[in-house]
């Protein structure tokens, strides 16, 4: 990708003057170009009057990365960006939205100015509007999806300035949705003759072992009105680079109107794409004009099938496959909304390693990276559009454009997803509040219709919260039927309706095992998605406190995660995702075992703070951690909880058995054990055939004495978006983990060389304190911060002081980019 590192002038002589120099020494571009705009934006919080203005003086704005989001941004004169009065209270955790304008300038050549020119925004939350060198040209509402300004005749050579405002009104949301320009920006410059990028659409009708049959069909736009002879070429590569299929080029004689483009290709032996081995296959379609090349693009697929119906369920390479799924929303806790593509595809990643197989993008369009890291990791993904249609669940919500909007929200999430092999359903919608009456009956069938005129492949689904016989129109409007927490209708709603394939799109993490007995059970349900997989901002508290008699949720004030993640903020695993990797005998951590924290020692409010009355909806599981350091519980019973693929388990205290105990379906593959504390070890070994098959152990901790400092990675390059995220983790003077609240301590990190923090985080729910000031107190004994590249390259000094402790340091390597 080329990175366009021009400075921000203000001067437009001086961007007349470089615009020049660059046509004179830049080589010329043949082919399309993408050019990303990440660094240099100019930002301020709040509405401005003439912003748009090409000659409006922004040098006193903050000079702003994008992605970006306002809302997680220390509020002026504070550490904190949270505070009580946000409008949208619980919901969004405490952070409010509000107006903001964002404006930067991006310079073009004589001959790049002439060209066809798109501005392409991944998303923009929410209701943006765009100018171009003072001419508004677009307005955008929707906060989640992909779109494209047409800037074609409408840029200069030299500086242009492009300005956006986004307007986000409270209350808009049921989660926190962040503010602002919360994906990449990119230019891209095509020639006059080009192929719509829109229009490539690539689907596999034949995937077998033996031959994969590639379709594809596409458009070749010619903005003039002379005819041009053109010559359209194909081939495909496989993972390697190497060509594996190539097509005859065709001549064709392209006058105003856009020309289709068909192709059928077959592949022998292809190499499938499945969620072990997800192979990957990039079409290269080339355009020339006059023996040069106008145009590549490249479209990267998969090969592979998918078949779902009530009797087999659903079969991926017609192999039967269940989906061990979990929602997630786009926020990434310590840097908000920020869709940096690293940070969308770590959770993707997150999931994976825990066992996940499927995401439910709860509840819109995922973003490209989002797509880009399923497809790579082998990961099945329901891309779901809203959250609401006409009917509003909140005052300021998508419902108030969707009446105009749909369409074009629909056709950006199934065109710029439709080449992705990780896409397994649309989803139309979440518990749309006109779900079951007419009118979401009909808004379910034009959703579904417009899907499969863009999309015939995929099956539409949609996840439905009413009962039978209320829900049987919707159902009937789709092809795959979702179910929020209704597991227990699978049964009778399968001698009612036959053939309906069904799933748990939503269920509570404390039901894992109840959910997971009907995808075992009953071909016709074919998996499960628990609320939620990763830990989100927003809805506070609801996975701790759940929802009160009147269905009331209970985070108040400085609640702000709602801490029914399986994967903590963080991305740490809790005790419910070793659970469920038992349950679904991923053979990760086959055995495990977690203590039950004792009434009235809870840091965090208990459990049951708040006076509970039936009826109450308790979200999570037991309240169990990895910790055996309980100070002052000493002799005191203690809950342990072993959770196991093994036939039979033994709890180990100090080297003292305290039993052996089955462990199966008849358990709900737990033991329960009630063990005097005694600092130490406490070990549970496995048994398969009397044979120890696995053990998991937990040793009480002296005080913090040292830190664990690690890296995900520590090469980066300098684009502008490559972050790397550092995890900070107290150890006793033995290595053994820190867990207990009272030994948390701060830490204070720093970054020098061409990089930024941009983020601290510690999946503490209650810690309204700053994610920019890099000091943050460990919660369980760990931080993680967020290191963003800049756009030189150069070497990374990441300094970590813990309260106490000497100073550590991560070194990290900026590179310069790489243009392949
Ligand atoms: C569901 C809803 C989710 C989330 C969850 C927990 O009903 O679809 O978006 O709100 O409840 O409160």
Same mark, same amino acid.
């Given at each position: 990708?080329?990175?366009?590192? @021009?400075?921000?002038?203000?001067?437009?002589?001086?961007?007349?003057?470089?615009?020049?120099?660059?046509?004179?020494?830049?080589?010329?571009?043949?082919?399309?170009?993408?050019?990303?705009?990440?660094?240099?934006?100019?930002?301020?919080?709040?509405?401005?009057?003439?912003?748009?203005?090409?000659?409006?003086?922004?040098?006193?704005?903050?000079?702003?990365?994008?992605?970006?989001?306002?809302?997680?941004?220390?509020?002026?004169?504070?550490?904190?960006?949270?505070?009580?009065?946000?409008?949208?209270?619980?919901?969004?955790?405490?952070?409010?939205?509000?107006?903001? &304008?964002?404006?930067?300038?991006?310079?073009?050549?004589?001959?790049?100015?002439?060209?066809?020119?798109?501005?392409?925004?991944?998303?923009?939350?929410?209701?943006?509007?765009?100018?171009?060198?003072?001419?508004?040209?677009?307005?955008?509402?929707?906060?989640?999806?992909?779109?494209?300004?047409?800037?074609?005749?409408?840029?200069?050579?030299?500086?242009?300035?492009?300005?956006?405002?986004?307007?986000?009104? *409270?209350?808009?949301?049921?989660?926190?949705?962040?503010?602002?320009?919360?994906?990449?920006?990119?230019?891209?410059?095509?020639?006059?003759?080009?192929?719509?990028?829109?229009?490539?659409?690539?689907?596999?009708?034949?995937?077998?072992?033996?031959?994969?049959?590639?379709?594809?069909?596409?458009?070749?736009?010619?903005?003039?009105?002379?005819?041009?002879?053109?010559?359209?070429?194909?081939?495909?590569?496989?993972?390697?680079?190497?060509?594996?299929?190539?097509?005859?080029?065709?001549?064709?004689?392209? @006058?105003?109107?856009?020309?289709?483009?068909?192709?059928?290709?077959?592949?022998?032996?292809?190499?499938?794409?499945?969620?072990?081995?997800?192979?990957?296959?990039?079409?290269?379609?080339?355009?020339?004009?006059?023996?040069?090349?106008?145009?590549?693009?490249?479209?990267?697929?998969?090969?592979?099938?998918?078949?779902?119906?009530?009797?087999?369920?659903?079969?991926?390479?017609?192999?039967?496959?269940?989906?061990?799924?979990?929602?997630?929303?786009?926020?990434?806790?310590?840097?908000?909304?920020?869709?940096?593509?690293?940070?969308?595809?770590?959770?993707?990643?997150?999931?994976?390693?825990?066992?996940?197989?499927?995401?439910?993008?709860?509840?819109?369009?995922?973003?490209?990276?989002?797509?880009?890291?399923?497809?790579?990791?082998?990961?099945?993904?329901?891309?779901?559009?809203?959250?609401?249609?006409?009917?509003?669940?909140?005052?300021?919500?998508?419902?108030?454009?969707?009446?105009?909007?749909?369409?074009?929200?629909?056709?950006?999430?199934?065109?710029?997803?439709?080449?992705?092999?990780?896409?397994?359903?649309?989803?139309?919608?979440?518990?749309?509040?006109?779900?079951?009456?007419?009118?979401?009956?009909?808004?379910?069938?034009?959703?579904?219709?417009?899907?499969?005129?863009?999309?015939?492949?995929?099956?539409?689904?949609?996840?439905?919260?009413?009962?039978?016989?209320?829900?049987?129109?919707?159902?009937?409007?789709?092809?795959?039927?979702?179910?929020?927490?209704?597991?227990?209708?699978?049964?009778?709603?399968?001698?009612?309706?036959?053939?309906?394939?069904?799933?748990?799109?939503?269920?509570?993490?404390?039901?894992?095992?109840?959910? &997971?007995?009907?995808?075992?059970?009953?071909?016709?349900?074919?998996?499960?998605?628990? &609320?939620?997989?990763?830990?989100?901002?927003?809805?506070?508290?609801?996975?701790?406190?759940?929802?009160?008699?009147?269905?009331?949720?209970?985070?108040?004030?400085?609640?702000?995660?709602?801490?029914?993640?399986?994967?903590?903020?963080?991305?740490?695993?809790?005790?419910?995702?070793?659970?469920?990797?038992?349950?679904?005998? @991923?053979?990760?951590?086959?055995?495990?075992?977690?203590?039950?924290?004792?009434?009235?020692?809870?840091?965090?409010?208990?459990?049951?703070?708040?006076?509970?009355?039936?009826?109450?909806?308790? &979200?999570?599981?037991?309240?169990?951690?990895?910790?055996?350091?309980?100070?002052?519980?000493?002799?005191?019973?203690?809950?342990?909880?072993?959770?196991?693929?093994?036939?039979?388990?033994?709890?180990?205290?100090?080297?003292?058995?305290?039993?052996?105990?089955?462990?199966?379906?008849?358990?709900?593959?737990?033991?329960?054990?009630?063990?005097?504390?005694?600092?130490?070890?406490?070990?549970?070994?496995?048994?398969?055939?009397?044979?120890?098959?696995?053990?998991?152990?937990?040793?009480?901790?002296?005080?913090?004495?040292?830190?664990?400092?690690?890296?995900?990675?520590?090469?980066?390059?300098?684009?502008?978006?490559?972050?790397?995220?550092?995890?900070?983790?107290?150890?006793?003077?033995?290595?053994?983990?820190?867990?207990?609240?009272?030994?948390?301590?701060?830490? *204070?990190?720093?970054?020098?060389?061409?990089?930024?923090?941009?983020?601290?985080?510690?999946?503490?729910?209650? *810690?309204?304190?700053?994610?920019?000031?890099?000091?943050?107190?460990?919660?369980?004994?760990?931080?993680?911060?967020?290191?963003?590249?800049?756009?030189?390259?150069?070497?990374?000094?990441?300094?970590?002081?813990?309260?106490?402790?000497?100073?550590?340091?991560?070194?990290?390597?900026?590179?310069?980019?790489?243009?392949?």
């Amino acid at each position: 990708m080329y990175i366009d590192k @021009s400075h921000h002038l203000c001067s437009v002589v001086a961007l007349v003057i470089i615009a020049g120099f660059l046509a004179v020494v830049a080589p010329r571009e043949a082919a399309a170009k993408e050019r990303g705009l990440s660094d240099d934006w100019r930002f301020f919080k709040g509405d401005v009057s003439g912003a748009e203005r090409t000659d409006f003086d922004d040098r006193k704005w903050k000079t702003v990365t994008v992605p970006h989001d306002w809302s997680i941004m220390d509020r002026a004169g504070t550490k904190s960006p949270f505070t009580p009065e946000a409008e949208s209270g619980q919901d969004s955790g405490y952070l409010p939205g509000g107006t903001g &304008w964002y404006r930067r300038q991006f310079i073009l050549t004589e001959e790049e100015a002439a060209k066809n020119v798109r501005l392409n925004f991944g998303a923009v939350y929410m209701d943006a509007d765009i100018w171009v060198n003072g001419r508004h040209l677009a307005s955008h509402h929707y906060g989640y999806t992909a779109f494209t300004v047409d800037l074609t005749n409408k840029v200069r050579a030299g500086g242009n300035v492009v300005a956006v405002r986004a307007r986000h009104e *409270d209350p808009s949301s049921r989660w926190y949705a962040g503010s602002g320009i919360i994906q990449p920006v990119a230019l891209e410059i095509l020639n006059c003759v080009h192929i719509d990028p829109d229009s490539v659409f690539v689907t596999t009708p034949v995937a077998t072992e033996k031959v994969g049959k590639v379709k594809v069909s596409a458009q070749v736009n010619h903005c003039g009105t002379d005819p041009r002879q053109a010559l359209l070429s194909s081939r495909i590569l496989d993972g390697s680079g190497a060509v594996v299929a190539s097509t005859r080029a065709e001549k064709r004689r392209l @006058s105003g109107k856009p020309s289709p483009w068909e192709l059928s290709v077959s592949i022998e032996n292809p190499s499938l794409w499945s969620l072990e081995k997800p192979n990957l296959y990039t079409l290269v379609q080339e355009v020339q004009v006059d023996g040069r090349v106008v145009d590549e693009r490249r479209t990267r697929f998969g090969i592979r099938s998918i078949t779902v119906d009530a009797k087999n369920g659903l079969r991926l390479n017609d192999r039967s496959i269940v989906l061990k799924g979990g929602n997630i929303h786009h926020d990434n806790y310590m840097i908000g909304a920020a869709g940096f593509p690293d940070a969308d595809a770590r959770k993707v990643l997150l999931m994976k390693q825990a066992g996940y197989n499927a995401i439910r993008n709860a509840h819109n369009p995922a973003s490209k990276a989002t797509l880009n890291a399923a497809d790579e990791l082998g990961m099945l993904v329901i891309n779901e559009a809203f959250d609401s249609w006409n009917k509003h669940k909140r005052a300021k919500d998508y419902s108030r454009f969707f009446a105009t909007d749909w369409k074009a929200d629909i056709d950006s999430m199934v065109i710029s997803g439709r080449n992705h092999p990780s896409v397994l359903f649309w989803s139309i919608g979440n518990e749309i509040p006109e779900q079951g009456t007419p009118l979401g009956v009909e808004t379910a069938e034009a959703l579904t219709e417009r899907v499969r005129e863009l999309d015939p492949t995929r099956p539409v689904t949609q996840a439905v919260s009413i009962d039978p016989p209320e829900s049987a129109g919707q159902y009937a409007a789709i092809d795959v039927a979702g179910y929020n927490y209704r597991s227990h209708l699978f049964e009778s709603d399968h001698t009612d309706y036959p053939d309906r394939v069904m799933y748990s799109s939503e269920s509570l993490p404390k039901n894992a095992f109840k959910v &997971w007995q009907t995808v075992e059970d009953m071909p016709w349900v074919i998996g499960d998605f628990v &609320w939620t997989s990763v830990d989100y901002l927003g809805e506070a508290g609801i996975g701790w406190m759940g929802y009160s008699q009147d269905w009331q949720k209970l985070g108040p004030y400085p609640w702000h995660l709602a801490y029914c993640g399986e994967i903590d903020a963080t991305g740490r695993k809790r005790p419910a995702a070793y659970y469920r990797e038992v349950l679904w005998k @991923s053979a990760l951590n086959p055995i495990s075992a977690f203590v039950q924290q004792p009434e009235g020692t809870a840091d965090l409010p208990d459990r049951h703070y708040f006076k509970i009355e039936p009826p109450h909806l308790d &979200w999570s599981l037991e309240d169990v951690h990895p910790s055996w350091t309980w100070p002052g519980q000493e002799n005191k019973p203690l809950t342990v909880f072993v959770y196991s693929e093994h036939p039979e388990v033994e709890l180990f205290l100090n080297g003292e058995s305290l039993g052996r105990k089955a462990v199966g379906e008849a358990s709900e593959y737990k033991a329960t054990y009630t063990v005097p504390y005694q600092p130490g070890l406490l070990k549970a070994v496995g048994y398969n055939q009397e044979r120890e098959a696995g053990s998991w152990v937990l040793r009480t901790a002296g005080s913090p004495a040292a830190a664990k400092v690690y890296a995900d990675r520590h090469r980066l390059q300098a684009n502008g978006l490559d972050l790397a995220y550092v995890s900070v983790e107290l150890t006793d003077q033995n290595g053994t983990p820190i867990y207990a609240r009272s030994d948390d301590r701060f830490v *204070d990190i720093q970054v020098e060389g061409p990089a930024e923090l941009i983020g601290v985080g510690n999946g503490n729910p209650m *810690d309204a304190s700053s994610f920019q000031s890099g000091r943050k107190k460990t919660f369980h004994g760990r931080v993680v911060a967020v290191v963003r590249a800049g756009t030189e390259p150069g070497q990374v000094t990441v300094r970590v002081a813990v309260e106490g402790q000497p100073e550590q340091q991560q070194v990290l390597h900026v590179t310069s980019v790489d243009y392949r």
